[in-house]
Each structure stands twice: as C-alpha cells, then as structure tokens.
DNA sequence: AGTAGGTCTTGGCGATGTAAAGAACCGCAC
DNA sequence: GTGCGGTTCTTTACATCGCCAAGACCTACT
C-alpha cells in the first residue's frame, strides 16, 4: 500500500483516507510512533495539513484505524496458519495460533508496536475491540478444543494455563520485536528460534503427569 | 518522592534534579509518556523551562534516567523476594523472580511502561544497559541453579525454555499494566491470579516426563 | 577579593495538534 | 441545465512543545 500522491492541479485526492493510512505505516517503520505527525503524513500525501481531521477526526483517530488494520491483519495471519492444519489436529492448531501470532509481529514490527500502545488509541472504539477480542478467543478456543480432544475436561489450573499461553505468545513477540530490549537482557544468548519456544509452550497444554 | 518546589525567592533550587525525576513520575502517571513535557515538569518544580538542560541533555536524557531509576527498583523488588526464600529452595528462588517482577510492575505501571519504550531511551547509556542485564542474569541464573539442583545437566530445550519463561514473565506483566488491552481479549475472563500463572509456569523447569 | 564554572532565566526558532472560516468540488432535485 | 447542500480540501491562527544561545546569578575555590 503505498501514499497516492494528490495530483497538483486537481483538488480532491480521491483516495486520501487510503493514501494517510499508507502515510502511517510508512513514517512509523521509518521514525517510529514519536516521529509520526498529521502534518508530515499530509505531506506525503500531497495535502494540506487540516485535510486528515475529515477522515480521521485527530490523531488519536487516525492511530485508532491504523491499529485495528493491524488486527485484522494480524487475524488474516492466524487464519493463514490455520489453513495449513487439519481441523482434528487440535495441537497443531493451537501452535498455529502462537505461529500466525508471532509472525506477524515479526513481519509488521512498527504496526505491532502501535496496535498494543493503548494510551495513543481509543480505547472504546467499537472495530478496535471487536478485532482485539477475536484474536483472544482464536486462543482461547483452540485451547479448549484441544482440552476436549484430549478428554481432560475442565480442570482448575485451565485458566491460569490460558493467561500463561496468551502471555508466553505476546511476550514473546513483544520481545522478539523489541530488538534493543534483547540486546540489554541478553547479548546474543537469547535469539531464540520461534518454532523451538512455541513448543516448549505447547507442553502447559498437556495434561500433567505425562 | 514529591516534586520539590523551587523557594520563590532563591536562585538555585537546590535539588533540581531529584524534583524533576519525582515530576516525570507524577506527570506520567496523570497523563502518561505522551502527557509528558520538559516545560512541564519545570513547571512543576518551579523553574524555569530551560533548566532541566544542565541536568539531563534532552527529553530522552530525563526519561533515560528515569527508566534507569525503575530497573534500579526492578531490581530491588526482586531482590525483596529472594530474601523470602532459603538459597537451597532453587524453585522457589526461580518463583520469586517472576513474582517481583510482576509485583513491580503492577505497583509501577507507569514507569515500567517507559521502562520499556527503548525508542523513547538513550539505548546507549551505560548504566541502562547494566541494570537491564542485571535483571535478566537474575531469571537465567535461578534457572540454572535449578537445573543444577535438580541434577537435570544442560539439555538442548534449555535455551527455549529461557526464552519462554522470559517472555512468559515479561508478557505477563505488560498484560496486566495495559489494561485496556486486557478488556480487549477477555472483558472479565482473563483476569487472573499471579501465582496461580506462575506456578503453570515453574512446570517448564521441570524435567520432561514426570 | 576576584574569578572560573555550574545553575538558572530569558527570548527566540521551527514544528506540532487542533479549531474555525472560507474555497472548490460533487451529486442530486428540479 | 441549473441551483444548492454537503463534503473535501485550504488557509489562517493559536497555544504548546523541544531545543538553542546569550546572559544573569550564585557558589566555591584560589
């Protein structure tokens, strides 16, 4: 998705809310979110700076559909996962789940950060929590299908399991994405291959005792 | 640690310095990073907009310092719950680093979220990047003490295993201080007892196949 | 006492986000 | 087609911000 420049003799854009988002995602890989301003995305959109309050009504806004973009993206990177999987591998969808996730994170690091920057969003806007909640239940769900399958009923640690899951996979992507935190905890010891992590994660999922 | 107000009538604060990292506190717990400004905290202490300059070089340089001061206090929670646990109890030594970790940063959410902004950060400064390591050697090193108690030599999982309980911890704890992100997936589900998650968590240390 | 150096003030610069008012354009009713 | 309402975009203005440089003030040391 790349910024559609305005066309200078001609006064409307045409596609000018499609044209900033592109102007988001380019600044934020470039700058990060600090060095993101309405004015310079309306620049490389080749308008002025008092357009974007039209589509987006300020910043907040505009960093609001920027972040729910990425959920559904992040989603459609689940479900890639998922299609790979047969339905009755119920643990190969479960690490599918933690694949699709951490993916994600890694191939869209600067949107990423901005998704789980909840101080830069609206928080109650409806699409952003409707997509946030359906990346959860993707987890949850595969969990519990998986406890079915396996026939271990409901047990009291499960919910501790499934914040441990939900924990491991954002934290892990956090970190992965977070290169100079790495660099801080680590020097090189922890550059850890996603695959092994995710199965080391896969084993809270069995029933103990094993 | 309040923010010590300049006397009117003086010339030199006295403390400057103490007095604008107790603003920075104050500030980003009222409005956030994003609520933050130099002129502000001067404000605050009573001073003029230019002063904060002496003491640290920029905006990044004061919030550097503060970063530093909460690894500093990371530290010491941790440290807090080691002096709990008996040096032979390796488990429970191993537990006791996740559990400061998350009680800092539950009883520190603002300053463990800027802890962690690395953009925001003078991702050079010395004594950053030292209590950082500092508190990554004190997970990797009860881990391996663990694994030296319990006899289990070093095995090839070792490594994603470190990697997991890092980010397990790690994660967890952003979880629970964006809470707003935690509405998002659970609305009420996912709010879950510390321990009980770090006790799932321990179970990663144990041998396979007990 | 005098001076060097650190602390703080002041004023100014360019940039930002937001608001309000006006210009250009689109589509629809007639 | 013509006129008109609503939308998209421009322009101007304002308060605030980070940073810089010049100067005033104070402390400490010789």
Redesign the pocket.
């Known amino acids: 998705m790349a910024v559609e420049q305005?066309a200078p003799n001609?006064?409307?854009?045409?596609d000018?809310r499609r044209a900033l988002l592109a102007a988001v995602d380019e600044i934020v890989r470039e700058l990060g979110v600090e060095g993101?301003?309405?004015?310079?995305c309306?620049r490389r959109a080749?308008?002025?700076?008092?357009?974007p309050?039209?589509?987006f009504?300020?910043?907040?806004g505009m960093l609001t559909e920027y972040a729910t973009d990425g959920f559904e993206k992040l989603l459609g990177s689940i479900a890639f996962e998922f299609d790979k999987i047969g339905l009755d591998d119920t643990m190969g969808r479960l690490k599918a789940v933690g694949k699709g996730y951490v993916n994600f994170a890694l191939s869209h690091q600067a949107q990423f950060k901005v998704m789980f920057r909840s101080e830069l969003l609206d928080n109650d806007n409806e699409r952003l929590l409707d997509r946030g909640r359906q990346v959860f239940e993707a987890l949850t769900k595969s969990l519990a299908a998986h406890w079915a399958a396996t026939n271990q009923g409901w047990r009291k640690e499960n919910l501790a399991q499934i914040s441990l899951a939900w924990s491991a996979v954002h934290g892990f992507a956090v970190l992965a994405v977070e290169a100079d935190l790495l660099r801080m905890g680590s020097e090189g010891l922890l550059n850890p291959d996603p695959d092994a992590v995710l199965d080391q994660l896969m084993l809270i999922a069995e029933p103990p005792g094993q």
């Open positions: 305005k001609r006064y409307h854009h045409g000018l993101l301003s309405l004015r310079e309306a080749g308008v002025s700076h008092g357009a309050a039209h589509h009504r300020d910043k907040r």
